[in-house]
């Protein structure tokens, strides 16, 4: 069975840092592209960063320059850095791994950003 479980959402003020995790398991970690996305209340699920197999990333525009995705093979996570953090970066961020046999997704963290 696959699991995905995130990790390190909270509450920050603006310009503030936090750092999410997703660990997996059931997956062959190491083939499976993955990713952050996010989901605003009242808006769609959007991408936030994504790592390749091959540890290529992109980043959405909003926060290109602010966000860092990272992977650790050995230990079965990846990493979102997010800096700079501001309101706007309110949601639920979501881990997706993603494979030839389709998508997983974990639970969604919270990530709220208020003065």
């Known amino acids: 069975q696959v699991q995905l479980v995130e990790s390190g959402g909270g509450l920050v003020q603006p310009g503030e840092s936090l750092r999410l995790s997703c660990t997996a398991s059931?997956?062959?970690?190491?083939?499976?592209?993955m990713a952050w996305y996010r989901q605003a209340p009242g808006k769609q699920r959007e991408l936030v960063a994504d790592i390749t197999s091959l540890a290529s990333t992109n980043y959405g525009n909003s926060v290109k320059g602010r966000f860092t995705i990272s992977r650790d093979n050995a230990k079965y996570t990846v990493y979102l850095q997010m800096n700079s953090l501001k309101p706007e970066d309110r949601a639920v961020y979501y881990c997706n791994a993603h494979g030839l046999r389709g998508d997983h997704w974990g639970q969604g963290t919270q990530v709220t950003v208020s003065s």
């Open positions: 059931g997956i062959i970690f190491s083939i499976y592209s």
